[in-house]
């Protein structure tokens, strides 16, 4: 079940993201680290109701943050539309990866933007996150250009996938 996320919430969501971080890491994707994304960034979309939690047997196992927000380096980016959602911090607890989670929210993510009538979907990823950069590829997201985000990292691609 995916339901908005609420403040009794956050501890767990800080729980899962630093779960993942630690299995991100030994996997060498450095697209996280312990300081992003942190309890303000999460609470700050929790309270904006855009975080959407995925739930297992009362368990949070997933997160998705589904919003209007794009960060000024995305305006250098050529994008097909400009009625949208940005997809933020998608999160699946770290034991249960490839097993579908993250593309259920993702589904999720279009039908919420399809009732919404926006025309397509945006997000960013670390450039050395392969992991990401072929599901995303998976799921019919056409690659749009790179943007630099923070001064200590590398390029992160950009995504863009139309909503039919």
Known sequence: MIK???????????????????????????QWDYEYPNREVLKKDILAQNYYVFLEHDEIIGGITIDENIDTAYKNIKWKNNCFYTIHRLVVKHNRWGIGIGKKLMCFAEELAKKNNKKSLRLDTYFDNTIANSFYIGLGYKFKGKILLKAHKKFYYCYEKMIK
Do not use: G, N, Q
Not at 15 to 20: F, H, W
């Open 4 to 30: 908005k996320a609420t403040l009794e919430d956050l501890e767990e969501l800080i729980k899962l993201y630093r779960s993942s971080i630690k299995k991100m890491i030994l996997k060498k994707i450095s």
